[in-house]
Nanobody, 117 residues
Framework: QVQLVESGGGLVQPGGSLRLSCQAS????????VGWYRQAPGKQRELVAR???????DYADFVRGRLTISRDNAKNAAYLQMNSLEPEDTALYCC???????????WGKGTLVTVSS
C-alpha cells in the first residue's frame, strides 16, 4: 500500500522559512514525479512545484525563487524548502506522487503552513 506522509508545517512569521518533508512508502520512488500542492481556505488546490524522474523541476509562477523542491531517492523522500514566506503562502501543503506507469496519483493528507505575525 502506497503511503505519503508530510511533515514540517507550522506557524512562522512573514519572512521566515520552513522545510517540508514527504516520506513515501510502498512504492519505488525514483522514477516517478513528486509534487507539492497547496490549498488555501476557500481556494482551489494549486501546484507549487514538482520534480520528475530525471530530476527536472517545475515551479508555479508565484514561487519567484523562494521555494525549492528536492528529493532523496535513497530515502524515498521529497522536500520543499520555503524561504521568505508571505501570509499568502498560508495553506495546507500536500505531497503528490504520480507514477511513471499508468499515471496513478497518490496523495498525502498534508501539513498546514500558517504565515502570520
Amino acid at each position: 500500500q502506497v503511503q505519503l506522509v508530510e511533515s514540517g508545517g507550522g506557524l512562522v512569521q512573514p519572512g521566515g522559512s520552513l522545510r517540508l518533508s514527504c516520506q513515501a512508502s510502498g512504492i519505488f520512488f525514483s522514477i516517478n514525479t513528486v509534487g507539492w500542492y497547496r490549498q488555501a481556505p476557500g481556494k482551489q488546490r494549486e501546484l507549487v512545484a514538482r520534480i520528475i524522474g530525471n530530476g527536472r523541476t517545475d515551479y508555479a509562477d508565484f514561487v519567484r525563487g523562494r521555494l525549492t523542491i528536492s528529493r532523496d531517492n535513497a530515502k524515498n523522500a521529497a522536500y520543499l524548502q520555503m524561504n521568505s514566506l508571505e501570509p499568502e503562502d498560508t495553506a495546507l501543503y500536500c505531497c503528490n506522487l504520480k507514477t511513471a506507469i499508468y499515471s496513478l496519483d497518490y496523495w498525502g493528507k498534508g501539513t498546514l503552513v500558517t504565515v502570520s505575525s
